[in-house]
């Protein structure tokens, strides 16, 4: 099912961290004949991460400025990078309606914006596509049943995350290693799960990576067989996750797992 962009000037699409850009806008309703215009965060001058500054926003006022007789869409890719500043000038603009113009903000955390944005946008939230529309994509790779089951588990219906499985082998092994590691903290013993804490060290990706697989494999183990003990280890396995993304120490959370 698409989802149906409304007549408001702005729309805020909540992602899942992997669908793939690409992807998106076959799950859209809205009109076929406009212009579309596209905004990604970049390296500004000496910063050393990307994001949306206010330079960005003035460059998309310029544009909608320039008289056009179609209907615009302005899609913002990874708006959670737009910064406070970039937001609160993008905020001006959308104070002044423009019937003829439509901005899509896409988002891997509408938590960001300020709450401003946030009331006067249409929110909506993409969800993982089917198992079965899964499988399609899978097909056109001429994947073995092996390959294929893994990467829908890995995957878990974000076609982004599909293709670069299939079509990857590096990042395909890797995953794969994760799968694996994540097996062994969940089945293992303390002992097993204290060594790989030692292995992970201060490798904050790789570890918020284990914990997306130790979730998906406690979630699935309760969905197939309901225990206190699991929820309760899941629960401390979420909290630990989230801390993490927090930049919290990443030893101390994960000990607080296995105690």
């Known amino acids: 099912m698409k989802l149906k962009i409304s007549q408001k000037q702005s729309t805020i699409i909540e992602i ?3 669908f793939g850009y690409e992807f998106i806008e076959d799950f859209l309703d809205m009109p076929k004949d406009i212009n579309k215009f596209y905004i990604e965060p970049t390296v500004h001058a000496n910063q050393k991460i990307e994001s949306i500054n ?3 926003i003035k460059d998309l ?3 909608i400025i320039s008289k056009n007789s179609k209907h615009s869409f302005f899609f913002i890719k990874d708006s959670e990078k ?3 500043i970039a937001q609160n000038k993008m905020l001006k603009t959308l104070e002044e309606p423009n019937n003829n113009i439509t901005f899509v903000l896409f988002t891997e955390n509408r938590a960001s914006f300020i709450d401003t944005i946030i009331s006067r946008s249409q929110v909506l ?3 993982p596509i089917s198992k079965e529309d899964s499988l399609k994509i899978i ?3 001429n994947l073995d049943n092996d390959t294929t089951q893994k990467i829908l588990f ?3 219906g974000l076609p982004g995350e599909i293709v670069k499985l299939a079509t990857n082998k590096k990042y395909y092994k890797e995953q794969i290693e994760i799968i694996e590691l994540a097996k062994k903290w969940v089945q293992g013993s303390k002992y097993d799960k204290i060594i790989i804490v030692s292995g992970l060290k201060n490798d904050r990706q790789k570890t918020q990576k284990l914990l997306d697989a130790v979730i998906k494999i406690l979630s699935i183990s309760i969905w197939k067989n309901p225990n206190e003990n699991t929820k309760k280890i899941l629960a401390k396995t979420l909290n630990a996750y989230k801390q993490i993304s927090k930049s919290g120490n990443i030893k101390i959370n994960l000990l607080s797992i296995i105690i």
């Open 139 to 141: 097909k056109s790779y």
């Open 82 to 84: 737009m910064n406070e």
């Open 125 to 127: 939230k993409l969800s």
């Open 54 to 56: 206010s330079d960005d």
């Open 16 to 18: 899942p961290r992997g």
């Open 61 to 63: 006022q310029a544009k």
């Open 154 to 156: 890995i995957a878990e």
